[in-house]
């Protein structure tokens, strides 16, 4: 079999995949139209959100926050989440200390204005000490209030366990 001849053999296969009726859409968009109408007469609800709070699942990625355990946060200052963040939002500097933990974020800031909730963060973590948390109301009157300290990021274990808990069970 030459080259010729089998370049032939994958044209004639081509064409017969798809007939004129197929090559025109028409299939998919009266598929479309349908799954369009369907949504239209599904029955409609409506969240009155300040009244109604929406609980997020343990899956939701909300703002990154730092954990607390014991008072105390769990963050070695490794600045893995620093370097792995596409947006350039957080910053770390270490410091060293006599505890079991050899060192410890002296400053630990994230722009909420330019973290774009990947998660990224909190994959990199070895310490699970930053995770996404459920909270999604962020406002800000100024760009200053929008950089988050550790006096604003840190958030107890307790809080954060169904959290904690999702992460353990998926990895």
Do not use: H
Not at 23 to 32: F, L, N, Q, S
Not at 38 to 44: A, T, V, Y
Not at 45 to 53: D, G, N, S
């Amino acid at each position: 079999m030459t080259p010729k001849d089998s370049d032939q053999k994958v044209l004639q296969v081509r064409r017969k995949d798809l007939s004129l009726f197929q090559r025109a859409y028409i299939p998919e968009i009266v598929k479309g139209l349908f799954l369009t109408f369907g949504q239209m007469l599904r029955p409609k609800f409506t969240r009155q959100y300040p009244e109604e709070r929406w609980n997020p699942p343990a899956s939701f990625r909300g703002r990154p926050v730092l954990v607390e355990e014991e008072g105390v946060e769990r963050c070695v200052a490794c600045g893995l989440c620093a370097r792995v963040c596409p947006a350039l939002a957080i910053e770390v500097q270490a410091a060293e200390t006599d505890l079991d933990k050899e060192r410890y974020p002296v400053k630990f800031e994230i722009n909420m204005l330019r973290c774009i909730f990947c998660g990224f963060c909190e994959e990199a973590c070895p310490e699970e000490a930053i995770v996404m948390s459920d909270e999604y109301e962020l406002t800000f009157l100024k760009t200053e209030d929008a950089i988050f300290g550790k006096e604003r990021l840190l958030m107890s274990t307790e809080r954060l366990k169904p959290r904690l808990d999702f992460l353990r069970k998926s990895r």
